[in-house]
């Protein structure tokens, strides 16, 4: 088999695990399984790339209830990522919800013609944004543990409709503070 046909095959592969799961490219949905550092980036790409697409219809308010759904299956990925190192994750899961409450929070605001504090905050989501390339680029690590899991994670609908929870009100008091109306 030539090279390119073994990257169409694997490339097939995680698009048809993207979404019904098989044991190389566990589903986009769920909690279980591994992901190598390049499944991991191409579920990243698929994620934003989804999330892109849906603000392209420059509806506000659908935008950010995408992006909250979403946050699941960026909770699964990161899960999965640290479990293919040996790590439970707990770090990243938490980074990761503070960065969407922090993402979340400033939405609507218009962060350039607004005080200087919503801007600040813009900025510092941008760079925690960012510095969630590192778990993507840690090595693998042989036999990792399948079993494991953040403690966070034990219910991950039930983590993740609290955090819901918290944006929505992190949004709702920013915005009131900064004079937006929402609807």
């Not at 799961?21 to 990243?44: E, H, M, Q, V, Y």
């Not at 905050?121 to 840690?138: E, G, K, Q, T």
């Not at 992190?170 to 915005?175: E, F, P, R, S």
């Amino acid at each position: 088999m030539k090279k390119e046909e073994n990257w169409y095959q694997e490339l097939y592969c995680f698009w048809h695990g993207m979404i019904y799961g098989t044991d190389k490219f566990p589903s986009i949905f769920s909690f279980n399984g591994l992901l190598n550092w390049r499944s991991a980036w191409l579920t990243a790409l698929v994620i934003y790339f989804v999330v892109q697409c849906i603000s392209w219809l420059e509806i506000p308010l659908i935008t950010y209830i995408s992006g909250l759904l979403f946050f699941y299956c960026v909770l699964a990925l990161v899960q999965k990522r640290c479990r293919d190192f040996n790590s439970a994750g707990t770090f990243w899961i938490i980074y990761v919800t503070i960065t969407m409450i922090l993402i979340s929070s400033i939405y609507f605001v218009d962060v350039f013609n607004s005080e200087y504090i919503y801007r600040n905050i813009w900025r510092l989501s941008n760079f925690c944004y960012a510095f969630l390339v590192f778990p993507m680029i840690i090595p693998s690590k042989p036999n990792p543990d399948m079993n494991l899991r953040s403690p966070l994670l034990k219910y991950p609908f039930l983590y993740t409709a609290i955090c819901w929870v918290f944006a929505i009100c992190a949004t709702l008091t920013v915005n009131h503070y900064a004079g937006v109306t929402i609807f």
